[in-house]
């Protein structure tokens, strides 16, 4: 495996293997690896000859009062798991060589619509954040294929939304949310957890998997999320937002929507976390 942090480098790797008629695939990560970035890592190693994983913090993601400074990093370790998951190449390009005038004087990218729902009303600034680092990123690795998790959902509709408005020759796949196996959606932020916080997390998923059992007919939905609300403040959460939409916009859903998405983001304490389930109404 080889580990590279210069931009040229990268490039020029892409270029020798797009030469010798070999495809990429990519999964883009800031680091502190767990058991969902390489479910992602060993889904991608099976689409193309060569498999790249950046590890990446981007300041752009991250607003004023948010953990940019204290974000879990793992460097090693992360490479260590990369390593023995068959990876060919760590992309891990600091701040300074992808910002070299500060991010703040970067061209930025902005998906609108999308953009500026539930994620967007609480994180101002976040996917543009998104779009502008993946889109560097994409001209760095040169990527046939682009892997990610639906973790976070809103996320994977602004980066395939980019990728079709801008006309890039790359292929996105979205692989399912994994898990703990009492439900927990993986998250580097679960770090942050004490032993108490963890016991709590968990019932997010609950929470959302109860509130996709109670919908059988659309009139239902307003009733069903109101009452979700209240059981994650009765839990202990904070919450910012807890919807149904439409899955291929985050749009209020139509009568004759069946393809659904449960989102919800909440605080304990300091620590934001978010999880959303996809399904059909199958009733409407």
């Known amino acids: 495996m080889i580990i590279l942090d210069s931009i040229a480098a990268m490039q020029q790797q892409a270029r020798d293997w797009r030469r010798a008629g070999e495809q990429i695939v990519f999964v883009p990560t800031m680091g502190n690896l767990h058991a969902g970035h390489i479910a992602l890592v060993e889904a991608a190693r099976s689409q193309a000859e060569h498999c790249v994983v950046s590890i990446f913090v981007n300041p752009g993601q991250f607003g004023p009062e948010e953990d940019f400074a204290t974000y879990p990093r793992s460097f090693d370790a992360d490479c260590g798991k990369l390593k023995a998951a068959g990876v060919d ?29 539930l994620e ?31 973790k976070d959902f809103q996320q994977c509709l602004v980066i395939q939304r980019m990728v079709r408005d801008l006309d890039l020759s790359v292929k996105i796949v979205t692989l399912p949310t994994v898990r703990e196996a009492d439900g927990l959606a993986l998250s580097s932020r679960n770090a942050y957890l004490n032993a108490e916080q963890r016991q709590i997390a968990v019932r997010l998923s609950i929470c959302l998997g109860r509130l996709v059992a109670a919908i059988h007919q659309p009139g239902e939905i307003n009733f069903a999320v109101i009452h979700a609300s209240q ?26 929507d069946t393809a659904l998405v449960a989102l919800a983001a909440v605080r304990l304490g300091a620590i934001r976390l978010i999880d959303n389930v996809p399904f059909i109404l199958e009733n409407a």
């Open 89 to 117: 190449c760590v992309f891990a390009p600091s701040t300074e060589a992808m910002y070299p005038e500060g991010k703040d004087a970067c061209t930025s990218i902005m998906v609108p619509g999308i953009s500026d729902v």
């Open 120 to 150: 967007g009303e609480h994180r101002p600034g976040f996917f543009t954040g998104v779009a502008t680092v993946v889109n560097k990123l994409f001209n760095c690795v040169r990527p046939d294929i682009a892997i990610f998790g639906e």
């Open 231 to 256: 059981e994650l403040e009765q839990q202990g959460f904070e919450v910012d937002y807890v919807v149904i939409r439409r899955q291929r916009d985050l749009q209020v859903p139509a009568a004759s």
